[in-house]
T-cell receptor
Framework: GQNIDQPTEMTATEGAIVQINCTYQ??????LFWYQQHAGEAPTFLSY????GLEEKGRFSSFLSRSKGYSYLLLKELQMKDSASYLC????????????FGDGTTLTVKP | DAMVIQNPRYQVTQFGKPVTLSCSQT?????MYWYQQKSSQAPKLLFH???????NEADTPDNFQSRRPNTSFCFLDIRSPGLGDAAMYLC???????????FGPGTRLTVT
C-alpha cells in the first residue's frame, strides 16, 4: 500500500519562499509528482522527480530523496495566485502512470 | 488546443437515479482515469483504462461502472447514486511514456 503525508495547511507572505514537505511509505516507487489545484478546479502538473536531487522550473523547485521517502516543493517569490492546494502523488511501478495522491497542502499567500 | 473535456460541469441527480458522466480527450493518450474527490481530500482513483484494458481499484464500489468505447471517450456510470456519492469527479489522461496526468475540469455531482 501507499501512505503519503503532507501538512494540511500553510500560510506565507507574498514575495517570500515556502517549502511544502511530503513523506511517503510505499510498497513500490516509480516517481513522485507535484500538482497544483486551485479551489474548484482540476489539478495541474507542476513537477516529476524519479531520481534523487533537485529539479528547478522557474519559481518552483522539487526535491526528492528516495532513501528517506521524502520530497519537498519549494515556491519562491510567492504571488497571491499561488494560493492553492498542492498535491504530492507517488507513482506505482506496476501500472503505467497510476498514482496515489496525498490529501494536499492548502497554501494561503497573504499580502 | 489539445485537452481533456468533461460534461456536464455540474450534475444534479436524485437519490437512486442512474447518472452518466462523460470525458473526452484530444491528446490521443492511451491511459484514462476516473477519480472521485471530496472536499479537502485527495483525489481517489476509482478505475483506469490502459488502452482497452480496464483496471478497477479494489475498494471501488460496484455501484460505479465505466465504459471506454474508443481512445477518445470514457464514461462513468453511477447506477444508484447515494448521498455519499456527491463529489467532484475528475477524468485524467496520460501515456505510458509521459507519466504526468492531464486532468479535465471535473464534474461536480450533487445528489438530492
Amino acid at each position: 500500500g501507499q501512505n503519503i503525508d503532507q501538512p494540511t495547511e500553510m500560510t506565507a507572505t507574498e514575495g517570500a519562499i515556502v517549502q511544502i514537505n511530503c513523506t511517503y511509505q510505499t510498497s513500490g516507487f516509480n516517481g513522485l509528482f507535484w500538482y497544483q489545484q486551485h479551489a474548484g478546479e482540476a489539478p495541474t502538473f507542476l513537477s516529476y522527480n524519479v531520481l534523487d536531487g533537485l529539479e528547478e522550473k522557474g519559481r518552483f523547485s522539487s526535491f526528492l530523496s528516495r532513501s528517506k521517502g521524502y520530497s519537498y516543493l519549494l515556491l519562491k517569490e510567492l504571488q497571491m495566485k499561488d494560493s492553492a492546494s498542492y498535491l504530492c502523488a507517488v507513482r506505482s511501478p506496476t501500472n503505467a502512470g497510476k498514482s496515489t495522491f496525498g490529501d494536499g497542502t492548502t497554501l494561503t499567500v497573504k499580502p | 488546443d489539445a485537452m481533456v473535456i468533461q460534461n456536464p460541469r455540474y450534475q444534479v441527480t436524485q437519490f437512486g437515479k442512474p447518472v452518466t458522466l462523460s470525458c473526452s480527450q484530444t491528446l490521443n493518450h492511451n491511459v484514462m482515469y476516473w477519480y472521485q474527490q471530496k472536499s479537502s481530500q485527495a483525489p481517489k482513483l476509482l478505475f483506469h483504462y490502459y488502452d482497452k484494458d480496464f483496471n478497477n481499484e479494489a475498494d471501488t464500489p460496484d455501484n460505479f461502472q465505466s465504459r471506454r468505447p474508443n481512445t477518445s471517450f470514457c464514461f462513468l456510470d453511477i447506477r444508484s447514486p447515494g448521498l455519499g456519492d456527491a463529489a467532484m469527479y475528475l477524468c485524467a489522461t496520460s501515456t505510458s511514456t509521459v507519466f504526468e496526468q492531464y486532468f479535465g475540469p471535473g464534474t461536480r455531482l450533487t445528489v438530492t
